[in-house]
């Protein structure tokens, strides 16, 4: 019953990350064309910083996508219980680092958008 909503939400975490790397690209690349452009250099600057949150949030849907695929395979059988601690354990060391670099990040992302 708790396996089917964990494989769910890997899947959907780890479709997401995907789309984020895309749209981070995408909108990064822009920001990298908008520099060359003299026209309107102020809109280069928001799509970088733009580009930066979007990084965060496929980050962050990684290490989601892992914490939940993580329970999902030791529920499922495919492997023990050892290897779940050993694996998730890293990874949520991991996530509490990913936080506070989002933390900082963002900040500095609202400093700079009230410039």
């Known amino acids: 019953m708790l396996v089917e909503p964990l494989r769910e939400g890997a899947l959907t975490a ?3 990350t995907m789309l984020l790397f895309l749209a981070c690209i995408s909108i990064g690349s822009a920001g990298v064309l908008l520099t ?3 026209s309107q250099p102020e ?3 928001r799509a970088l910083h733009l580009s930066r949150v979007v990084s965060l949030a496929g980050g962050t849907g990684a290490i989601v ?3 939940l ?3 999902y395979d030791y529920l ?3 492997i023990s219980g050892e ?3 050993i694996t998730e354990l890293p990874v ?3 996530a509490g680092v990913w936080c506070l670099i989002a933390a900082a990040v963002m900040v500095r992302a609202s400093e700079t958008n009230r410039r």
């Open 83 to 85: 290897t779940a601690v």
């Open 69 to 71: 695929a993580v329970p």
């Open 43 to 45: 809109r280069a600057v």
């Open 65 to 67: 996508a892992v914490l």
């Open 76 to 78: 499922d059988g495919r």
């Open 14 to 16: 780890a479709i997401s």
């Open 36 to 38: 060359l452009s003299r």
């Open 92 to 94: 949520g060391l991991i």
